[in-house]
């Protein structure tokens, strides 16, 4: 971000491009559970990444943008309290990724940052939404706990270990390169 809290156009174009491929890489799920939550290619990723080249403050208003298009992709709505939850808040936490990167390892630990903070908006809305969805004689926490890491867990695992690949780590350099040069 520039000094005058704008982004630059670089910026700007970077973190659309990261809205738009983790926008078409959630269409492509390798598993729907019942009541939402899907296992994508790598979607969270790309917004992980913006907040990794610009700093948390950037990655958590373009985590906001691709929360309202997911919105607007699969709408589910039960309160004003769980859209919240669920959508802007839930993919803004992706952009806390900024965090960490400046950091030895800081695009693993932004990933996994940035997917905890998701999960925990997740179990959150949940409990307090769909505790009662716990099957008989469960607790609700520990439902919406366990519901939540099934789709969340895999997901982060996956890119994980698909950004520590030697190959890869390479290519994200030259990209950051890329994206940070004047």
Do not use: W
């Amino acid at each position: 971000m520039s000094k005058n809290n704008h982004l630059n156009s670089k910026q700007l174009v970077f973190c659309a491009i990261s809205i738009a491929l983790a926008f078409v890489t959630s269409y492509i799920k390798f598993a729907k559970l019942p009541f939402g939550g899907s296992i994508t290619l790598f979607s969270m990723f790309f917004i992980c990444f913006a907040g990794y080249l610009y700093g948390a403050k950037v990655g958590i208003f373009t985590g906001i943008a691709y929360g309202l298009l997911q919105f607007l992709q699969d709408p589910y709505l039960y309160s004003v309290g769980q859209f919240f939850l669920d959508y802007p808040l839930a993919f803004a936490c992706l952009g806390m990724a900024g965090f960490c990167k400046n950091q030895k390892f800081g695009l693993q630990k932004g990933i996994f940052l940035g997917v905890f903070g998701r999960y925990l908006c997740h179990v959150i809305s949940g409990y307090i939404f769909f505790g009662m969805y716990a099957p008989e004689g469960m607790n609700p926490l520990v439902y919406t706990l366990g519901y939540n890491m099934t789709y969340i867990v895999p997901e982060l695992i996956a890119t994980l270990v698909v950004v520590s690949i030697p190959a890869v780590k390479r290519a994200l350099a030259q990209v950051q390169r890329m994206a940070l040069e004047a």
